[in-house]
Structure formats: C-alpha cells, structure tokens
C-alpha cells in the first residue's frame, strides 16, 4: 500500500535553519492531510493538518504546504530545534461521503536537528 | 492537556491465548481508533468505532478481533488466540469530530511468544 510516500527516510539540518519534510500520496481522495512527530517509546504527537480547501496552514515554527495538482504536501519547520529531532509522519484520509476519516502513513522521515 | 492513556504499555503472551488491550480516550472525543505498527513497517488502520459500533475496520482485522467501549471511558482491544505475526505496537486514537486530528496514546507492545 503505496497511497502516501515519504521518499526520504532521513534528513539532517543545522540548527536555526529550515527543515523541509516531503509527502506525496496517489489517492485523490484523500482531502484532509495531517503530520505527526514521534519520539522512540511514544505514540505519534499530532503537529499540524491542512484541509484540500486550503494551499497553506502556518502554526507557529510549523507550516504546512498543499499542492493538490501535484498531490504533495511539506512540513516547513522554521528554525528547527535540536527538540525537533523526531521522526515525521505524514497521514491523509478521504472524509467526504461521511467516511470515518481513517489514516493512511507514509513511513516516516527521521530528522535529527544538529547544534 | 488531556490525553490518550494506554495500557499495558508491554505485553508478553504465549502463541494462542487471548489478550486484551486496553486505551482511555480523551473525554469529550466520539470517534475511536485502533491502529497497529510491526517493527520496521508503517502504522496501519485496524478498526473504527462510533455511537458503539464499528463504523470500518480493514482487512486484518478479521474474526480473532473485537473491540468494545464496556463504559463509558475504556475501549479495548482483543485479540482472541494470538498468533507470532500479531506482535506490533497497537496504537488507540480518538477525535472529537469533524475535520479534528486524531490524538494517540503512547501504545502498547505486544511480543507474542
């Protein structure tokens, strides 16, 4: 099951300076996007998320990109912390048609913030 | 901030006994969630539950799983005659409502031996 890829398992940025997390995905369904942080021994910790009304949402460091044309979305994280060292998780679901908004990952991408 | 709470946070079984997981979502959340990682592997939906009953569940949830909300607080996950491939982080999730994230409790680890 292929529906959302996260083609980089891992990025390393400087501290103070962007990171920039990728997702793709090939359902064009899908019209709610979320991404999660999660630390080793954690459940996944709920970031920022962008309805497919919308081409931006920004919540403080973190903003979120959507380029439904292309079907992808980024996580911009400025200035990236060394805190920020997680795994990202992108998730997509399809709510239209009173669906129960079930999750669909891509497989993560490991960022480590370095000092 | 109110979260997911689940437990066990580990859980050793023998191959064929039955186990029982167990996650309380945030109080005022009307939608539940049981999602499952094995090792190296994404997370991938098991099971939704609304208004006390399954609203989905995927192929893998099949007859050796059930879930329930036995109150009005708790909502479980059993696993009826536990097999080698079940060992996974099970995950529970809760949502509000519409267009609200899914919020996750920190997961339970089963090895099944």
């Known amino acids: 099951d292929q529906q959302v890829k996260q083609n980089s398992p891992s990025l390393s940025v400087q501290e103070g300076r962007i990171s920039i997390l990728n997702c793709d995905y090939t359902n064009s369904m899908f019209d709610y996007f979320l991404w999660y942080k999660k630390y080793p021994a954690e459940g996944p910790t709920f970031l920022i998320s962008i309805s497919s009304i919308k081409d931006k949402n920004e919540d403080g460091r973190f903003t979120v990109f959507l380029n439904k044309s292309a079907k992808h979305l980024s996580l911009h994280i400025v200035p990236s912390q060394p805190g920020d060292s997680a795994v990202y998780f992108c998730a997509a679901s399809a709510n239209g048609g009173g669906s129960n908004y079930k999750l669909t990952f891509g497989k993560g991408t490991l960022l480590t913030v370095n000092p | 901030e109110p979260e997911v709470t689940q437990t066990p946070s580990h859980q050793v079984t023998q191959m064929g006994q039955e186990v029982i997981l167990r996650c309380v979502p945030i109080s005022n959340h009307l939608y539940f969630y049981w999602y499952r990682q094995i090792l190296g592997q994404k997370v991938e939906f098991l099971v939704s539950f609304y208004n006390n009953e399954i609203s989905e569940k995927s192929e893998i949830f099949d007859d050796q799983f059930s879930v329930e909300r036995p109150d009005g607080s708790n909502f479980t996950l059993k696993i009826r005659s536990t097999k080698l491939e079940d060992s996974a982080m099970y995950f529970c999730?809760?949502?509000?409502?519409?267009?609200?994230?899914?919020?996750f409790g920190d997961g339970t680890r089963l090895s099944i031996l």
């Open positions: 999730a809760s949502r509000r409502g519409s267009n609200q994230p899914q919020h």
